[in-house]
């Protein structure tokens, strides 16, 4: 198990597509989940697995991974989407940095 | 429809200690393994504490092994024992469902906890 790192920050403009990773030794083994956070409201369960979205989550939200990089892929971004987005390890149940995404 | 609401969170002292709660519905408790993770201030998500489904297995992070206690109540209740408060404790405390392999698909909304002298 390792820690997984995030980058700080993403922007994307309205519509575009954008990808947000999570980095670390035990990506490959075990696909990361992923959080969707907004400001004052608690954590949102977005993907889990290589690329499964949790129910109701849009179609506009996938995932992929190559090597020791796990991403997020927003397809088509929405002002809603904004916030900011937690990788987690399904082994250590560490959660990486965090990044800040802005539409 | 699942809920998770946590309860008990406060003001207390360096040394002090606090009960957290959360109450569940809408999903047999029984079958789940359970969490509490906390956010500081301005920071990220960070991953405290793990109960599984019968309550005989727990894990802690470094940051509040041997300070911390997790358990789990008959009457579809969580809780967190937290002793030996410390300033750096101070966080919104969540209350986390893991449908399996630290897999967190729902959460309560929080309960504050400020520790400060």
């Known amino acids: 198990s390792s820690e997984l790192t995030q980058e700080t920050a993403v922007s994307v403009v309205l519509g575009q597509t954008v990808k947000i990773t999570c980095q670390g030794d035990g990506v490959s083994t075990y696909y990361p989940n992923w959080y969707h956070q907004k400001p004052g409201q608690a954590p949102l369960f977005v993907l889990y697995?290589?690329?499964n979205r949790a129910p109701g989550i849009p179609d506009r939200f996938s995932g992929s991974s190559s090597g020791d990089t796990a991403s997020l892929i927003i397809t088509s971004a929405q002002a809603e989407d904004e916030g900011d987005y937690y990788c987690n390890s399904r082994d250590n149940r560490q959660f990486g940095g965090g990044t800040k995404l802005t539409v | 429809e699942v809920q998770l609401l946590e309860s008990g969170g406060g003001s207390r002292q360096p040394g002090g200690s606090l009960r957290l709660s959360c109450a569940v519905s809408?999903?047999?408790?029984?079958?789940?393994?359970m969490n509490w993770v906390r956010q500081a201030p301005g920071k990220g998500l960070e991953w405290i504490a793990y109960?599984?489904?019968?309550?005989?297995?727990v894990d802690y992070a470094d940051s509040v092994r041997g300070r911390f206690t997790i358990s789990r109540g008959g009457g579809h209740s969580l809780y967190l024992q937290m002793t030996d408060l410390r300033v750096d404790d101070t966080a919104i405390y969540y209350c986390?469902?893991?449908?399996?392999?630290?897999?967190?698909?729902?959460w309560g909304p929080g309960t504050q906890v400020t520790v400060s002298s």
């Open positions: 697995g290589k690329n």
């Open positions: 809408g999903f047999t408790f029984e079958s789940y393994e």
């Open positions: 986390v469902r893991d449908v399996t392999g630290a897999t967190f698909d729902y």
């Open positions: 109960i599984n489904s019968a309550g005989r297995m």
